[in-house]
């Protein structure tokens, strides 16, 4: 395989379902798994597609009690193609299946260059005919409502006849994830089919809550044959475009399917089912249409690609494909957030959780125009975010845990246990923590971009709110005279209650407190830096007044943060949790890794113990560079010096399972920043997650968006230091032998190509000839100031040893236990 193909070698009904998730084909507007095309739904296929944001509410009955869940709605199925082999008499053999009868030579090529998956195999019938099949389809990069697939049949020393079925298939529910198969999955609904000449077979339907319309069209042409016989056939849920064409030695059938997706959220349409038919009717061959989409995809390289040598290069360019086939310049259009599972399964139910925060920063300097549409669809959520807030007695925006169409909170109510078959109550909604990654974002979208106009009006009322939340929240406690922040759930989601309390949550998680406080000064920054007259008028609408900042600036100052052993504490009482027999669960179980799951199947709780699914304190050091955190620690009036976070690392190093994609994105990324060795182990646990399926069958339901754009992130800002703020690009980068050659290009601030490379000990650094202003580039030893059209190579000084770059202490550091 070369850097740009993935191959996978013959036919596994066990691992059927990931080699579709991984062979997803999208564009940012809808994606189809990359499953076989003669196959329906069931154990081993799953044929699905997916447009961004298109939900849809559906009660169910579980345990007992009536829960609402909205789930990202599994389209009908475009793909459907199967083929039968006819004998001179007429006869017919049976339809082919991979699952009945057996194929030879059976491969499937990804090419992630022109973004096309290939499927070659041979078939034999019970009279030793033999059948070679050539499988080609895209999703249309250039226009986001077309997809296609081409078949070439060629027969091997025999003569006949060959029957084809091209449709589309609305008989479909969502039955993807195995336990949500309880809940009521059937969402489409008023399903109506037709035909129309030449050679269009059409579908359409609407979602049974959202009352979403949508429209699917498929032209099917033998190209340069007449067949011998061509119907059209629509029935009450499919729609089918039957076809016999003579076949023979030396004469291949190449059968040529486009299809066309229209949904009535689509601007400058007037009905789903006209635009399918138009689209369909004025789309070009197959060949056309390939052209052009490959050329489309050619430019998103070009802005996108990252060089890195080896097989972490080849990994990495597998995470970025599926990244924009997500979130593509197409998806800057649509009201969509960043879904944790892609366009590739229906995990999560396709909701959108945090994974912004390992997205953005990736996006923000390649496709700004998408990072801000993302943040968008947050605006357009905060007036829900608010009511939420003031739902629950607090003032400003309380952001949900997971979100979907309109802004509430998506989180279940109840999850199911598939190791003990119970289902539990769900607290993850109290992972307030997501508003703190909203804000973040906003911020370093605007640091990236210089997007003040974004700053100075959505971005900083989403900021300001979600800071008058967190300030709401905080109550000072007159025995420490600190605030706390009671009753929430960190981003470890293994706590979420004390053991035995009667209530969930928990009290001053380390994280939250301190990206609360961090907002809150942010914000205080922002209204300090705003223009008189944008300021008087932002407080006025969101009637923010003078009493409440004097507020926010001491929690800002006197949020606690437990600490205990010299070590951040994940939340107070952290330390009089229970030891864990790590060894002993090791030895008797596989995989450790969803420890929660495996207490609870014992009638124990993971509550009881010192143990983290993924990484909490440790965030921190993945969201902000080694002086950032130190500068907050003091302004807190805490002191954290290079031991302490030292010691505060491997304390969390041996106490987390790992049961998330992300924990060792953000543990290698940690100890890259820190100079510590170990950092590759982690590195290459995050590159290989869902090639690997490390969770053992979660990739199949979607592959986990967050951690695929962290590595990429990991390399951008991870081993360059990169830092966008002050107006100029900070880098410090740091060695790592295992990646010690990588090249990317960046979009700052109006510089289109930006192009950044290490080889050795020398960093390039070149700016695209333009009529720009020159960028000013910061190291931690000398800034240089580069112009456009000029490439300057920097000698890197000597890698300086490991540690975390915090400085020794000061006398006000050192003695500020209170602000």
Known sequence: MSQWTWEYEGYDPTVEQLREALCTLGNGYFATRGAVPECRAGLTHYPATYAAGLYNRLESTVAGRRVVNE??????????????????????????????????????????????????????????????????????MADPHLAALRTVFTAEDWSGEVEIESGLDGEVMNGNVHRY???????????????????????????????????????????GRSPVSSELRPARHRAVHRLVV?????????????????????????????????????????????????????????????????????????????????????????????????????????????????????????????????????YRRLPRA?????????????????????GREETQEWHLNPSSGRWL?????????????????????????????????????MLLQIARFWADLAVLDPATDRYRIRGVVGPDEYH???????????????????????????????????????????????????????????????????????????????????????????????????????????????????????????????????????????????????????????YYLRRTSHGSTLSGLVHGLVLVKARRAGAWQYIQEALEADIADIQGGTTGEGIHLGAMAGTLDLVQRGLTGLETREDALWLDPVPLPALSAYGFSLRYRGHWGVAVRRRSDR???GIPDSEETPIRVVLPDRAVTIAPGETCTLVLPESRPAQTGMPGPTSAARSADRP
């Open 425 to 461: 109550p769900d607290h993850s909604r109290l992972q307030h923590h997501v508003g703190s990654a909203i804000a973040y974002n906003v911020w370093q979208y605007c640091e990236a971009t210089g997007d003040t106009e974004f700053l100075h009006t959505k971005g900083a009322e």
């Open 496 to 650: 979420d209650s004390y053991p035995g309390a009667a209530l969930p949550g928990l009290d001053d998680n380390a994280y939250t407190n301190v990206m609360a406080a961090w907002v809150l000064t942010r914000a205080l920054d922002l209204l300090r830096r705003l223009p008189a007259w944008r300021r008087d008028e932002l407080l006025d609408r969101i009637r923010l007044d003078g009493e409440e900042l004097t507020k926010w600036k001491e929690v800002s100052r006197r949020l606690t943060v437990p600490l205990h052993q010299g070590v951040i504490s994940q939340f107070e009482g952290y330390d009089d949790l229970a030891e864990l027999d790590w060894d002993a669960y090791r030895t008797r179980y596989d995989s450790i890794r969803r420890l929660d799951r495996i207490l609870e199947a014992e009638g124990d709780t993971v509550n009881r113990y010192k143990a983290s699914k993924q990484a909490d304190v440790l965030m921190l050091g993945y969201l902000f560079s080694p002086a950032e955190l130190r500068d907050l620690f003091r302004r807190l009036g805490y002191y954290l010096d290079d031991e302490v976070w030292r010691r505060t690392v491997d």
């Open 71 to 140: 789930d990202l709605v599994n389209l009908p199925n475009w793909l459907l193609l199967r083929f039968r082999l006819r004998s001179a008499d007429g006869s017919a053999g049976p339809w082919f299946s991979p699952d009945t009868q057996r194929a030879t030579d059976h491969r499937h090529t990804l090419d992630l260059r022109r973004a096309t998956l290939t499927r070659t195999f041979r078939f034999q019938d019970d009279k030793a005919r033999v059948l070679s099949v050539e499988q080609v389809r895209l999703v249309h």
């Open 246 to 378: 003579p076949i023979a030695p030396g004469r291949p059938v190449t059968v040529e399917k486009t299809v066309a997706l229209h949904t009535s959220r689509d601007t400058a349409i007037s009905d789903p089912l006209q635009a399918v038919l138009d689209r369909v009717f004025t789309a070009g061959d197959f060949p056309a249409l390939l052209n052009s989409h490959v050329a489309a995809w050619e430019r998103l390289w070009r802005r996108a690609d990252v060089q890195v040598p080896g097989r972490a290069g080849r990994v990495l360019r597998f995470h970025l494909f599926h990244v924009l086939q997500t979130l593509s310049p197409h998806t800057a259009d649509l009201d969509v957030g960043v879904p944790a599972r892609g366009l590739h399964g229906e995990a999560y139910r396709g909701h959108v959780f945090w994974d912004e925060l390992f997205v953005l920063p990736y996006l923000n300097l390649h496709f700004p125009e998408v990072s801000r549409a993302r943040l968008n669809y947050r």
């Open 181 to 223: 198969r309880a809940l009521n999955s059937h969402h489409v609904t008023r399903v109506r089919t037709g035909a129309q000449e030449p050679r269009t077979v059409w579908l359409s339907c609407r979602t049974s809550t959202s009352d979403i319309g949508l429209a699917m069209a498929a032209r099917t042409v033998v190209v």
């Open 763 to 765: 960093l390039q650094i």
């Open 386 to 406: 608010c009511r939420d807030a003031a739902a629950i007695g607090r003032g400003g925006a309380m952001y949900p845990w997971q979100s979907g169409s309109d």
